[in-house]
C-alpha cells in the first residue's frame, strides 16, 4: 500500500510505540582482509585488492585474520557482552553480483560477542539502556556502482560496474535487542546510539567508524505496536544510513509512515527500505528475507575461534576509558555545562580540545579557539572540524602568544587565517604578516598623541572625571595601529598623558 500523506508524529505517537531494532555494521581498520592476504587501503584502482580467496574462486582457502578477533573481542568487552569460549564461522548463503563466493562468510547462531548492553547520554542528559544482542565477525560485499540512470540506483541503471577490493574486508555487526520505552524520544535515542557506539569504536582504536566513507553503517529497524499491547508489530528495515542526522530522520519517518499505513487499515511489508537524503524520506527495496532464507550452515573451510580466557582478560585490561564517563570527567575538569558538553561533542571537538591541551594550552582557551574562530571556518567551509588544515599543536601555539602578549584576539584570528589558508606555523604567520602586538612606549607615543589631538572633546571629558570615556581613545589608536596595539598599554598612556589616575 503505497502512503502519499504521512500522519503526524505527535498522532502516531499517540496511537502506537515504537519498536527499534538496530544493526551496525563497522568496518575493521585491518591491513589486510578478514580472510586472506589482500590489502584493505582505499583509494586503489577496482578490482586491484583481489585474489581467489576473496573471490571464491575453486581450491581457494581462507585464514581468520587475528587482528579481527582481537578488535571483537575488543568490541565485545567494551559492550558489557559476554565473550564466548567457541564459536565458528557460517556461510549465508544469497547470490548478489557484489557477492562473488554467492555466500558471505558470517557468523549465525554462535557469535564471539552476546548479552550486552551500551548506555546512551541523551541531549537533557537522561541516560538510556540498549541491551545488545550481538556482536559477531563477518566480511564485506563488494561495491556495485549503477551507471546511466538518475538516482544512482539500480532501477533504471542502464548497466552496473562492480568492484571487488572491499570484498572480504573485516566487519563487526552489532545488533541490539528490540529497543522499547524510549515512545516519542526512539529517533532521539536511536541517533544518541549511533553516536555513542561510533565514540566507542574510536576509542578502541579498531576503527576510524567514518559513516560518509562507509566505514560504520546502520540498518534501522522499525516496527509499531498499538497503545495498551506487548505484541511486535511487522518491520521495515532502512539499509545503510550513513549520518548521525540520517538514522534520527529514519526511525521518525518510518513511525509515521507506519502509522499511516496501519491507520489507513493497510499492512505493514516486512521489507529492505532506502533512505533518501535530499527530503528525509524512504522508499521500497526488496522483501526482507528471513534467516531460514540463508541457508546457514557451518563454514567448513575454518575451524572454530576459542578466545583463552587468559587472553581475554588481558583485553579487557587494555579497555580505555568509556566515552561518556570520560565525557563527565572532561566536563567537570573544564566547568562547562551539560549544554555547552553537548555542543562540543556535536561539533566533533573533545578531541581537537583534549589534544590542544595536551599540548599546553589552557582548556578554556583551547575551546575558545576550536568552538568560536575553527568552527566558524568549518561551518563556511563545509568541513569537519578535524578535516582543517590546522593541527592542535598549532592552535596551542596561538594560544600561547596571546598569553604572551605578542598577539590580541584579533591578530590571533587573523593568524589562524594564514595557518588555514596553507601560510605556515603560526610564527610564521605572523613574521609574514607583521601582525605582532606593539607594546613598546616609544612606538605607541604618536598614535596615542595623535588621538588625543583629533579628539579634543573627548579627551576633556575624561580629564573632568568621565574615565570611561576613554575607550573612545583607545580605539583610535587601534585602528591607527591596524590593531596591532596593546590595549591595556595604550590606555595606561593616555590617562597618564591627560594626567588622570583611574579610580
Known sequence: ??????????????????????????????????????????????????????LGLPGSL???????????????????????????????????????KNFQTSQYDEPIAFNGYLDVQLEDG???????????????????THVGGATGRIHGASHSLLDYNRAGIPLIEIVTKPITGAGERAPEVARAYVAELRELIRALGVSEA?????????????????????????????????????????????????AAVLEAGGTIIQETRHFHEDDGSTTSGR?????????????????????AREWVEELRGTLP???????????????????????????????LIVATADAGAPSDQARKWWMGELARNANESGR????????????????????????????????????????????????????KVVSDDGALGQAVDDAIAGNAAIAEKIRGGKVAAVG???????????????????????LDRLGVTEG
Open 210 to 258: 567514518r559513516m560518509e566513507m562507509g566505514q560504520m553503517r546502520c540498518d534501522v529497524n522499525l516496527s509499531l505496536m498499538p497503545k495498551g499491547t506487548s505484541v511486535f508489530g511487522t518491520r521495515s528495515e532502512t539499509k545503510n544510513v550513513n549520518s548521525l542526522r540520517s538514522v534520527e530522520r529514519a526511525a521518525r519517518f518510518e513511525i509515521q509512515r507506519h
Open 126 to 144: 537522561e541516560v538510556f539502556r540498549v541491551e545488545i544482542e550481538r556482536a559477531h565477525m563477518e566480511e564485506d560485499t563488494g561495491k556495485s
Open 62 to 100: 581462507p585464514v581468520v585474520n587475528a587482528i579481527g578477533v582481537e578488535s571483537a573481542v575488543k568490541i565485545g568487552l567494551a559492550l558489557n557482552c559476554e565473550i564466548a569460549e567457541w564459536c565458528r564461522f557460517a556461510r549465508k548463503n544469497y547470490f548478489y553480483p557484489d557477492m562473488p
Open 384 to 435: 569537519a572540524l578535524d578535516e582543517l588544515p590546522i593541527s592542535p599543536a598549532q592552535v596551542a601555539r596561538v594560544a600561547a602568544l596571546v598569553a604572551a602578549g605578542d598577539l590580541n584576539d584579533k591578530l590571533a584570528r587573523q593568524v589562524i587565517e594564514g595557518v588555514l589558508a596553507g601560510e605556515g606555523d603560526p610564527d610564521a604567520v605572523v613574521e609574514k604578516r607583521g601582525l
Open 287 to 307: 522483501v526482507k528475507e528471513e534467516a531460514e532464507d540463508y541457508r546457514y550452515f557451518p563454514e567448513p573451510d575454518l575451524v572454530p575461534v576459542a578466545p
Open 1 to 54: 500500500m503505497t502512503i502519499t500523506e504521512l500522519v503526524s508524529y505527535d498522532a502516531a505517537l499517540a496511537a502506537f510505540d515504537p519498536v527499534m531494532g538496530l544493526e551496525v555494521h563497522v568496518e575493521l581498520g585491518t591491513k589486510t582482509k578478514m580472510f586472506c592476504g589482500c590489502s584493505t587501503q582505499l583509494g586503489a584502482e577496482p578490482n586491484t585488492q583481489t585474489c581467489p580467496t576473496c
Open 472 to 494: 573612545a581613545l583607545v580605539g583610535a589608536v587601534m585602528k591607527a595601529t591596524r590593531g596591532q596595539a596593546d590595549a591595556a598599554r595604550v590606555k595606561e598612556l593616555i
Open 321 to 351: 576509558e568509556l566515552p561518556r564517563l570520560r565525557r563527565n570527567r572532561l566536563r567537570e575538569e573544564w566547568g562547562v555545562s551539560e549544554h555547552d558538553m553537548q555542543s562540543i561533542l556535536n561539533a566533533g571537538a573533545v578531541e
